[in-house]
């Protein structure tokens, strides 16, 4: 059975800091997602992973792939109040192959 | 841009009660599917569907029924609410995974439901 695991799961930070979400996954999978949600929002994508060593980046965000180690990361860089927000990941099974199992989120609050 | 809409936004319920939680979409995607969303848990697969009158269960379907009558329509049935079914609800439509990557989830805003 597939399972996702996200660190930290809170996360409050200063504006221009830079720091790093966890995402680990227990079996094989082929593809990796990154999703945002604001406070009473709905979940927006970010990234799409598909293989191995894979980096996506957009502005101040950059989401890594490591398959062998079954480690996704997000990577903020000098953060801005604007990015607050909770972080999902989630990963494909390839057993169900149309479902996405995914993690608990990380709340990421970013202060002035 | 994909739209995904839900019914409501806000509802409240008595235990018992028959509870019908609809979601649209416009972008002519074959997947849908009802997640839950608790606190710490992050988003718990109820059910999906690959295609009209088709369903399969997700992780947590104890409680709950679905109906798909037509391709951008996909309704949750809450056959009896009970206290433990309060929650937010979010609905998610998707092509399938023709090509590695292509599957990507389009999120409605959500239904908060409270059963009293």
């Known amino acids: 059975e597939l399972k996702v695991e996200q660190n930290p799961l809170f996360l409050s930070m200063q504006e221009g800091k830079n720091y790093t979400i966890y995402c680990n996954y227990s079996?094989?999978?082929?593809?990796l997602y990154w999703y945002r949600q604001d406070p009473g929002k709905s979940l927006e994508s970010l990234f799409v992973?598909?293989?191995?060593?894979a980096v996506k980046q957009e502005g101040r965000l950059m989401a890594s792939l490591d398959t062998k180690a079954r480690l996704s990361t997000l990577h903020i860089t000098a953060a801005v109040h604007d990015l607050s927000a909770t972080y999902f990941c989630a990963v494909g099974s390839i057993q169900g192959a149309q479902k996405l199992v995914f993690g608990q989120g990380t709340r990421l609050t970013i202060n002035p | 841009d994909v739209k995904v809409t839900q019914s409501s936004r806000y509802l409240v319920k008595r235990t018992g009660e028959k509870v019908f939680l609809e979601c649209v979409q416009d972008m002519d995607h074959e997947n849908m599917f009802w997640y839950r969303q608790d606190p710490g848990l992050g988003l718990r697969l109820i059910y999906f569907s690959y295609d009209v009158k088709m369903k399969e269960k997700g992780d947590i379907p104890e409680g709950y029924s679905v109906s798909r009558e037509k391709k951008e329509r996909f309704s949750l049935i809450l056959e009896s609410a009970s206290t433990n079914q309060t929650s937010m609800y979010l609905c998610?439509?998707?092509?399938?995974?023709?090509?590695?990557?292509?599957?990507?989830?389009?999120f409605g805003p959500g239904t908060r439901l409270t059963v009293l």
């Open positions: 992973l598909l293989s191995n060593g």
């Open positions: 998610a439509s998707s092509l399938p995974p023709r090509a590695l990557g292509t599957d990507t989830q389009y």
């Open positions: 079996t094989t999978s082929d593809r």
